[in-house]
């Protein structure tokens, strides 16, 4: 079971270097859905994802369609939108085979059409409307993996790191 964070058409070098390195971290595939905002080869992206781009699996794919084309099916496909019924924490990511979690563009998130395709894949994490109209793109994006990994148990991840093991003896 791999886990897999897809952006639609990303604008900010910042968030997209701040979520490879959360991909880094946790063993997450990173998708890129053109056109981006930015080049990869941008030093503010390199710089949010410091030293860790050779640890990222990074996939590119030229639009929506080619990516969706990738699915093997819309088992554990995921539209991650604040317009979504379902809470991101209700649905259950410990089933078998790779989870998707598609975000879309900092300033307009997914194409209206496209979304209601897929009301039934879509997640959305609260947040109160009448103060901001979104979260920050890498903060949602380490929030939704998060908690899917939580649910898997962290799979592949390090667990035995205790602070007691870096006091001074």
């Known amino acids: 079971m791999t886990n897999h964070i897809v952006l639609f058409e990303p604008l900010f070098p910042a968030n997209t270097g701040n979520i490879a390195r959360t991909c880094a971290g946790t063993n ?15 030093k503010h992206m390199k710089r949010a994802g410091l030293d860790y781009w ?4 990074v996939v590119y794919h030229d639009d929506l369609p080619s990516f969706m084309a990738t699915l093997p099916d819309l088992e ?4 991650v939108s604040k317009f ?9 990511y410990t089933t078998d085979g790779d ?3 598609l975000f879309g563009k900092e300033t307009t998130g997914l194409p209206e059409p496209f979304m209601r ?7 959305r994490i609260p947040q109160n409307d009448d103060h901001i109209r979104a979260l920050n793109l890498s903060n949602s994006a380490a929030i939704v993996i998060y908690e899917a990994m939580r649910q898997q148990e962290f799979p592949q991840l390090a667990r035995t790191h205790r602070y007691e093991d870096d006091k001074l003896k």
């Not at 997450?28 to 941008?42: A, E, M, Q, W, Y």
């Not at 050779?54 to 699996?57: G, L, S, T």
């Not at 554990?76 to 539209?79: C, G, L, R, S, T």
């Not at 979504?84 to 259950?92: G, K, T």
Request: hydrophobic share 35%; no cysteine.
């Open 99 to 101: 989870h998707y979690f």
């Open 28 to 42: 997450t595939v990173l998708h890129l859905i053109k056109p981006l905002g930015f080049s990869t080869d941008d």
């Open 117 to 123: 395709q897929y009301p039934d894949q879509a997640i």
């Open 76 to 79: 554990n496909f995921y539209i």
């Open 84 to 92: 979504a019924e379902r809470d991101y924490s209700q649905a259950d």
């Open 54 to 57: 050779d640890k990222v699996e």
